[in-house]
Nanobody, 120 residues
């Protein structure tokens, strides 16, 4: 069974930093594409960042230069380092494992989310 557990959210002042973690079980993060999304009430879930199996990284436009996605193979964990946070970054952040190979084909798995609030 594949499970993702996010942590590291909280309250931070504008301009501050947070590092989110996504601990995976049932898959090896370095053998799957991993993504971060975020969502605020009443809005669609927004893509934040991707790290591919090969290690390539991509970011949403408003996150470039401020957010960094990475992974630790020893801990089987994916991270999202967020710097220079703005109030508009306030959201629930979700981790997602994509294209997991199973007996019936590929599937995706979401974590439960962690709240990030940027406020003074």
């Amino acid at each position: 069974q594949v499970q993702l557990a996010e942590s590291g959210g909280g309250l931070v002042q504008p301009g501050g930093s947070l590092r989110l973690s996504c601990a995976a079980s049932g898959i090896i993060v370095s053998r799957n594409g991993m993504q971060w999304y975020r969502q605020t009430p009443g809005k669609r879930r927004e893509w934040v960042a991707t790290i591919t199996e090969s290690g390539s990284r991509a970011y949403g436009e408003s996150m470039k230069g401020r957010f960094t996605i990475s992974r630790d193979t020893a801990k089987n964990t994916v991270y999202l380092q967020m710097n220079h946070l703005k109030p508009e970054d306030t959201a629930v952040y979700y981790c997602k494992a994509i294209d997991i190979r199973g007996p019936a084909g590929t599937f995706d798995v979401w974590g439960q989310g962690t709240q990030v609030t940027v406020s003074s």
